[in-house]
């Protein structure tokens, strides 16, 4: 059983950069391919970016390439969302998702959620 817990949240005008992390326990981090979901209000939860376990592939969605970068550091069980430019739009609770198997599309079959953490962007 992984536990992945989320860091970095909070409320930004419209221009800035957040980073976000997830720590991850109880498990072989290196083992899984990591993702970063949001859910805004009132709509589904939606894949934002993943990355294989070696962090030698990335994938994103297409609203958010060129502005955010995932990475990870297996040392310390950490995956990251760098977020720049940040629009409204991109306010949503952002959750971290460890998956069995790195797929290059935004098809992720996540095996373990985080609790999520709000990032709100005002205009």
């Known amino acids: 059983q992984v536990q992945l817990v989320e860091s970095g949240g909070g409320l930004v005008q419209a221009g800035v950069s957040l980073r976000l992390s997830c720590a991850a326990s109880?498990?072989?981090?290196?083992?899984?391919?990591m993702g970063w979901f949001r859910q805004a209000p009132g709509k589904e939860r939606e894949f934002v970016a993943s990355?294989?376990?070696?962090?030698?592939?990335?994938y994103y969605t297409d609203s958010v390439k060129g502005r955010f970068t995932i990475s990870r550091d297996n040392a310390l069980s950490t995956v990251f969302l760098q977020m720049n430019d940040l629009k409204p739009e991109d306010t949503a609770v952002y959750y971290c998702a460890a998956g069995s198997r790195y797929r290059h599309s935004s098809v992720f079959p996540v095996a373990f959620w985080g609790q999520g953490t709000q990032v709100t962007v005002s205009s």
């Open positions: 990355i294989s376990w070696s962090g030698g592939m990335t």
């Open positions: 109880g498990g072989t981090f290196s083992n899984y391919a």
